[in-house]
């Protein structure tokens, strides 16, 4: 069974830079067909996709935030993180890893973890 597990400081300061990681258990994060994905959700509003990486390594960003955001991985450890820099309060929300399946859409989810940027 595939399981993604975040894993980052719950508490950032403005103007610094969130990094989060997932580790993924189960399937490998260089196996075909699959994205590894970084999805947000602010509070009181919607997700938001904010990236993936791809099983080749190729990453994709969301447009709004391509100039803050860079996702790499370890395929020694089956980890891929997320950094998002300069960040401001509305970047405040739980942050979500995610498998993107070729077939199947986003088909597994880690549990989330609350990201919180405060002085």
């Known amino acids: 069974q595939v399981q993604l597990q975040e894993s980052g400081p719950g508490l950032v300061k403005p103007s610094q830079t969130l990094s989060l990681t997932c580790t993924v258990s189960g399937e490998s994060i260089t196996s075909n067909y699959y994205s590894w994905t970084w999805i947000r959700q602010p509070p009181g509003k919607g997700l938001e996709w904010m990236g993936a990486i791809a099983s080749g390594g190729d990453t994709h960003y969301s447009p709004s935030l391509r100039s803050r955001t860079s996702i790499f991985r370890d395929t020694s450890k089956n980890q891929f993180t997320l950094q998002l820099s300069s960040v401001t309060p509305e970047d405040t929300a739980v942050y979500y890893c995610?498998?993107?399946?070729?077939?199947?859409?986003?088909?597994?989810w880690g549990q989330g973890t609350q990201v919180t940027v405060s002085s």
């Open positions: 995610a498998r993107d399946s070729l077939w199947n859409g986003i088909d597994y």
